[in-house]
């Protein structure tokens, strides 16, 4: 059975596609959707992409932090949640997810230090690790950072119960090798 991935944005999207394209369930999630208490979807990871916090992109923000309690059940039963950049300079963008992360957005393209011992090192196995682009960093967090750039930390991992966060602001597609050992890594699980 193919794992069923929640892509949650305002309308459709072309990363849609490309997570069908890795052997996955994509289903759109909306933000009325997502902040609806009658919504039960069932996954195995849910995507919130990147420019989520910037509503020149999108209109996610107030419906994550609606579903803040939820999200973390998810998580915590099980799912896992990958989180790319905000693109927004408010640093609590991130107030939403259940540990401390803050955020500063200054884009940057640039070498990556991945630490390889990760099982999520493979996000950007598709990509040359000397030319990667990032939309900021986060300069606190009480997660484990996997990933930096001239320092600073750009991708860092929470383990929540039963799952994991992911959360980075490479602004890159993750390779399809990780999208289907984070998406086999995670249980199904109601959201």
Not at 53 to 69: I, M, V, W
Not at 134 to 147: R, S
Not at 175 to 183: D, H, K, T
Request: with cysteine; charged share 15%; net charge negative.
């Amino acid at each position: 059975m193919k794992p069923r991935v929640g892509l949650v944005w305002d309308e459709n999207l072309v990363f849609g596609r490309f997570l069908e394209e890795c052997g996955v369930i994509m289903v759109p999630v909306t933000p009325h959707l997502l902040a609806a208490p009658f919504f039960k979807g069932q996954y195995s990871v849910i995507i919130v992409p990147t420019g989520f916090a910037n509503p020149s992109y999108s209109h996610l923000l107030p419906a994550l932090r609606a579903s803040s309690a939820r999200i973390r059940r998810f998580v915590e039963a099980g799912g896992n949640l990958l989180v790319y950049g905000a693109a927004d300079h408010r640093e609590n963008v991130y107030d939403w997810l259940p540990f401390l992360i803050s955020y500063r957005y200054e884009p940057a393209n640039g070498s990556i230090a991945i630490d390889s011992s990760s099982p999520w090192a493979a996000i950007v196995s598709d990509y040359e690790p000397t030319r990667i682009e990032c939309d900021g960093y986060f300069p606190t967090t009480d997660g484990t950072v996997i990933a930096t750039m001239g320092g600073n930390a750009v991708m860092v991992e929470k383990i929540i119960g039963s799952g994991t966060i992911l959360v980075t602001t490479i602004h890159e597609y993750p390779s399809r090798c990780f999208i289907a050992g984070f998406s086999a890594a995670a249980g199904e699980t109601f959201f």
